[in-house]
């Protein structure tokens, strides 16, 4: 027997209670959808901004050692980014964008010099974010420092966001039901009553009630 006969044997009473919760259903979930959707988004911004203020902080603690070429000391500031775990590298470039110094999350990863971009950018990939910005002393561009970051931290984010959506979800199907169960006489005894009224009229043909 297909579904849509087994639907149409049903007693009303189910057809209500199953169309009550596929129209609850299908607009909870659409709700969530657009919920999670635009979580995702908030935490790509949040993060692209937390990284470009990093990426700004560090490039104006390092405009001393790209004025003075002192490649130790721009690797000691650059070294400071081993406080973010989630970010996996950075790197100072001269004008001319050669590499100047760099640190890596994972040493063996070896940088590569790069031609600096004409201004400041931040770019998403499937793995990471990359942040460059530009570094300027005295309105001259004496440098640019690019950081890069992964994305753990927007993937944990929206993994708790969604274990609480679907169990938010979840919650409020067993309350429509619930409702939906407790509520139906006010739908179905007025339709019980006719049917009594019709099935009297047809045995007796009487119309006093």
Do not use: W
Not at 43 to 59: K, M, P, Q, S, T
Not at 78 to 102: C, E, M, Q, V
């Amino acid at each position: 027997m297909s579904l849509t006969s087994r639907y149409k044997n049903l007693p009303i009473k189910y057809k209500l209670r199953s169309i009550i919760m596929l129209a609850v259903v299908a607009a909870l979930t659409l709700a969530c959808t657009a919920v999670l959707v635009y979580d995702r988004v908030a935490a790509r911004e949040l993060l692209r901004e937390d990284l470009e203020v990093i990426a700004d902080i560090f490039g104006a603690n390092s405009t001393a050692a790209l004025s003075f070429e002192d490649r130790s000391t721009a690797q000691e500031i650059l070294a400071g980014l081993r406080a973010k775990p989630n970010i996996l590298a950075g790197s100072l470039f001269t004008p001319a964008g050669a590499l100047f110094a760099s640190y890596r999350r994972v040493p063996e990863a070896q940088p590569v010099a790069i031609p600096l971009p004409e201004s400041n950018r931040s770019v998403f990939s499937d793995d990471r974010l990359v942040v460059f910005r530009t570094i300027h002393l005295g309105g001259q561009q004496i440098g640019a420092i690019q950081i890069e970051s992964d994305l753990a931290q927007i993937g944990a984010r929206s993994s708790r966001f969604a274990a609480i959506v679907a169990t938010s979800l979840l919650g409020a199907c067993l309350l429509a039901l619930a409702l939906s169960v407790g509520l139906q006489g006010i739908i179905l005894d007025p339709i019980a009553h006719l049917g009594t009224v019709a099935k009297a009229v047809s045995q007796d043909g009487g119309y006093s009630m």
